[in-house]
């Protein structure tokens, strides 16, 4: 059972990336997905994250409006659209799910994956 993270890279500010989080031993339609991440120096923090119904959403308010979660059923994978990419949005990007909506807002995570780079660029 794993969470793997990829689509990571160096990118300009304004620029964009799309994350994938590919689950494998397990159906990630089940649980309650997101992405935190964790700059150099810093807490970790909650960018996005998708219920198991795929009705409730959350975002922290730096990404709203410049970021998208979105489920791929088919493939068992969820996507984190990151567009107008910002300098401080550089951090190590996980991706980690949770059985319960609480668990997922409180970190208490079921799995999470090795991390993905983003670096942004000024």
């Known amino acids: 059972v794993q969470l793997q993270a990829s689509g990571g890279g160096l990118v300009q500010a304004g620029g964009s990336l799309r994350l994938s989080c590919a689950g494998s031993g397990f159906k990630v339609y089940y649980y309650n997905i997101g992405w935190f991440r964790q700059a150099p120096g810093k807490e970790r923090e909650g960018v996005s994250s998708?219920?198991?119904?795929?009705?409730?959403?959350y975002y922290r308010d730096s990404v709203k409006g410049r970021f998208t979660i979105s489920r791929d059923n088919a493939n068992n994978t969820v996507h984190l659209q990151m567009n107008s990419l910002k300098p401080e949005d550089t951090a190590v990007y996980y991706c980690?799910?949770?059985?319960?909506?609480?668990?997922?807002?409180?970190?208490?995570?079921?799995?999470w994956g090795q991390g993905t780079l983003v670096t942004v660029s000024s």
């Open positions: 998708i219920s198991s119904t795929g009705n409730t959403f």
């Open positions: 980690a799910a949770a059985s319960e909506l609480g668990k997922w807002y409180r970190f208490e995570f079921d799995y």
